[in-house]
């Protein structure tokens, strides 16, 4: 099982928890990385696909193709179309990873407009329709007009939203790994894999008690994940741990026909906030707070340390 499941199958608590469902979804693509190395971007990217293909684990990547210029245009373009023939699924996640509370309605929906040429001309080669958005930062709008007038041009423009009922903050675990790697420190990089998988096992647990507060059962959560070198090198790990939590990994449109995702949506604000948050608001039932944990505080530094972007 390795070392670092290993610490993580003592640590964790989650053995009693109830069979489920999950659908997986990465934002960010081509990838979420400091690397300006395209081979960095394509290693990871074969890491992460052939670790999902292993597992039959199904997943949805959000395409940001503001990014494609960033490195080698064609070369990222491969990287999507590797998801695609790999199986799996893409959607959008805006062209510019702006969000409304900045834009506003109108510049936004042109943003996601924007993002979805190279996207939706790949998934056509496959037969496939571009159908899921994804919002950045899970940020949704500020005011009632703003939200609202999003929602509107996404439905006229035949798209769902792709929300999120877990979250174990991949991203900030990720940049710190990249560094780590720039700089061939393995003890550090063992360090922070161990952990991320820790500390993800027990944000499932949390996440499956809160849906259990505001539906008494299990739900099909839906997973954000970003497409970075941690991921694709905790690959089995983490593979591991939706097994041992008894979670099965389905695609996003068939945790979506759970009923819990019926659940309207009446947050308006600045704030990200998943979708077990937004909901609770609208049931009024408390989710289990007093067990919620932020990532590890070093980890937290680690990251300001390197990238002040909070």
């Known amino acids: 099982m390795g070392l670092v499941m290993m610490s993580v199958a003592a ?24 690397s300006t190395d395209q081979s960095y971007v394509n290693d990871l990217t074969s890491r ?33 179309r590797s998801w695609l023939e790999a199986g799996l699924d893409l959607g959008n996640h805006s062209f510019s990873h702006e969000s409304p509370n900045s834009l506003g309605a109108n510049a936004y929906v042109e943003d996601i407009a ?31 007009a703003v939200k609202h007038a999003i929602e ?11 929300p999120v ?26 360090r922070i894999k161990q952990q991320y998988l820790q500390y993800t096992d027990r944000m499932i647990n949390w996440y499956q008690k809160a849906a259990r507060a505001l539906f008494r059962r299990d739900i099909s959560y839906v997973m954000l994940l970003h497409a970075t070198r941690l991921d694709a090198d905790c690959i089995d790990d983490f593979a591991a741990l939706l097994k041992r939590h008894r979670l099965r990994g389905v695609t996003l449109a068939e945790a979506m026909r759970d009923p819990a995702y019926r659940t309207r949506d009446h947050y308006i604000g600045s704030d990200g906030i998943d979708w077990l948050e937004r909901w609770s608001l609208v049931s009024k039932r408390e989710l289990p707070w007093e067990s919620f944990e932020d990532p590890p505080k070093d980890i937290q530094a680690d990251y300001d340390r390197i990238d002040r972007d909070r």
Do not use: C
Not at 20 to 34: E, N, Q, R, S, Y
Not at 125 to 133: I, M, N, Q
Not at 167 to 190: I, K, M, T
């Open 48 to 80: 992460l696909l052939s670790g999902l293909k292993r597992h039959h684990l199904p997943a949805t990547g959000f395409v940001v193709e503001g990014k494609l210029d960033e490195l080698n245009r064609e070369a990222q373009i491969a990287v999507l």
């Open 165 to 190: 009922t877990m979250n174990a903050d991949d991203w900030e675990f990720s940049e710190p790994y990249d560094d780590a790697v720039a700089q061939g420190d393995l003890r550090r990089q063992q």
């Open 114 to 144: 924007r993002g979805e040429p190279v996207t939706r001309a790949l998934l056509a080669e496959f037969h496939k329709t571009l159908a899921w958005y994804r919002f950045p930062y899970l940020e949704t709008g500020n005011t009632a």
């Open 152 to 162: 509107r041009w996404l439905i006229q423009h035949h798209y769902r939203i792709a």
């Open 11 to 34: 640590g964790g608590s989650a053995a009693h928890a109830g069979s489920g469902k999950i659908a997986l979804t990465f934002d960010d693509l081509p990838a979420l990385t400091l």
